[in-house]
């Protein structure tokens, strides 16, 4: 495995722990181990941050610019969704 693998491999792991941790913190009644569940999933997110630009950098993973107005509608889109 060289290391563009390795890296691919560690993104999609983190990004499959972050969505279990989620769902943990999600549906957990104890706040204190909530609580937790949420510290190691932003502690993934971190961690996935690094990868990813990692492996950007390296060329590895391309991710296309959405043009301007793509983001704008989207922004219009999902910020007249936000409850009142």
């Known amino acids: 495995m060289n ?3 390795r890296i691919t491999d ?3 792991a983190e990004k499959k722990m972050s969505s279990n941790y989620d769902t943990f913190a999600s549906e957990c ?3 204190q181990l909530r609580d937790e569940y949420l510290n190691i999933l932003n502690q993934g997110h971190k ?4 990868l990813f630009k990692t492996a950007q950098q390296k060329g590895w993973y391309q991710v296309e610019q959405a043009p301007e ?3 704008s509608t989207a922004y219009a889109k999902f910020n007249n969704q936000k409850p009142q």
């Open 3 to 5: 290391d563009q693998e």
């Open 69 to 71: 107005s793509k983001v």
């Open 10 to 12: 560690l993104i999609f």
């Open 47 to 50: 961690t996935q941050t690094e």
């Open 29 to 31: 009644v104890n706040v």
